[in-house]
């Protein structure tokens, strides 16, 4: 159960001559290559970031913009983690941006449109997502359909109630002459996004950060987390063994779910308004982050420190197009070839 390591190498057999330290170098690289890979696309950041005119500093390095990509990332970040918990068991989640876009517009109906607090609303929309999560697994797990096709369901019936909800607008205050709130928007989504222990980090970054830290327990030392890694290497043997693959099944996509419906709540305090476009191609984003990392979209191998990783990959990747000018168009081509040359390497690897 590999974590940012993947301890794939095989040891050296008796009699061989020993390896030459270029080799046992390489070696080493191959086996954290997830680390390896954002040491160099950091590098390449900095190579080729401009400069600040007035300070001479290099954009790229600096800590406001260390922090913006943290703070910008969050959402897809909280997508990926769930992501990977789904992707351990050999399976996929196409609707994680649909349902973020379902559960910013049900938060932030709920807190403009009726007056709810913000802590019924937030939980509101983090237990739909989580109800979304739960309906996708038991559709895999109970009916047998192949995670694409339920994933796929899902995501078009999310984005559909989305618009149901909000009437096909964005929910802001004022919006609508019904609306609870008319003035100023909620507090809330100004303290979740503005910066805190000393400016580096800001309240959607520490969601995004605490929730993959538990997911890693969670993943690593529990008894659920084996039972993703044994279903991934091998289903049926996982059954055989005694293992309830369906239960278990069922709690990955739900947990993948909610954390989609966190990052709903971060999405509208970002943006200040609930959008039922919200999180368009973000699946895409957060598929790419755990294979960048380097877990296996065939199961069975990875870990969500690897996410992590891979969330700061696609993260630095897409502020170093950006740096440079590329359009989003060019932009959403460089994360495909990406993913392709990520899975190319996997497979590679495990022939």
């Avoid at 607008?169 to 909620?186: E, L, R, S, T």
Wanted: net charge positive; charged share 15%; proline share 5%.
């Amino acid at each position: 159960m590999p974590d940012l390591a993947a301890p794939e190498g095989k040891p050296e057999e008796p009699g061989r001559p020993p390896k030459s330290v270029p080799v046992r170098l390489l070696g080493v690289l191959d086996r954290y290559r997830g680390l390896t890979a954002l040491a160099v696309v950091f590098l390449l950041g900095a190579c080729v970031s401009p400069r600040n005119l007035t300070t001479a500093q290099i954009v790229f390095l600096t800590p406001t913009n260390q922090s913006n990509v943290l703070f910008e990332y969050a959402e897809i970040g909280l997508l990926a983690a769930g992501m990977t918990l789904v992707i351990l068991t050999a399976g996929i989640d196409l609707s994680v941006g649909s349902v973020l876009g379902f559960t910013a517009t049900i938060f932030s109906f709920l807190l403009i449109a009726k007056g709810w607090a913000v802590v019924p609303s937030a939980l509101v929309a983090v237990v739909g997502g989580a109800l979304c999560g739960a309906l996708s697994g038991m559709l895999v797990a109970r009916l047998r359909l192949q995670p694409f096709v339920a994933t796929l369901a899902m995501m078009a019936a999310a984005r559909g109630a989305a618009k149901l909800v909000s009437g096909g607008i964005k929910i802001a205050n004022g919006a609508q002459p019904w609306y609870v709130m008319q003035d100023a928007p909620p507090e809330v989504f100004t303290w979740m996004t503005a910066p805190v222990a000393g400016g580096w980090l800001r309240p959607v970054t520490l969601a995004f950060l605490a929730t993959l830290l538990v997911l890693a327990v969670v993943v690593r030392y529990s008894r659920f987390g084996r039972h993703l890694y044994a279903i991934g290497g091998n289903e049926e043997a996982a059954r055989l063994s005694g293992i309830a693959v369906r239960r278990s099944k069922v709690m990955a996509y739900l947990l993948c779910g909610l954390t989609a419906g966190m990052a709903g709540v971060c999405n509208a305090c970002h943006l200040g308004y609930g959008d039922p476009e919200a999180g368009f191609t973000y699946e895409l984003d957060a598929i790419a982050a755990v294979v960048v990392g380097g877990t296996s979209l065939m199961g069975g191998r990875g870990g969500m420190m690897l996410t992590l990783v891979g969330t700061l990959i696609i993260g630095y990747v897409n502020k170093i197009l950006s740096l440079l000018g590329w359009q989003e168009a060019q932009r959403l081509l460089a994360k495909g070839l990406i993913i392709v040359l990520a899975v190319v390497i996997q497979e590679t690897r495990r022939r």
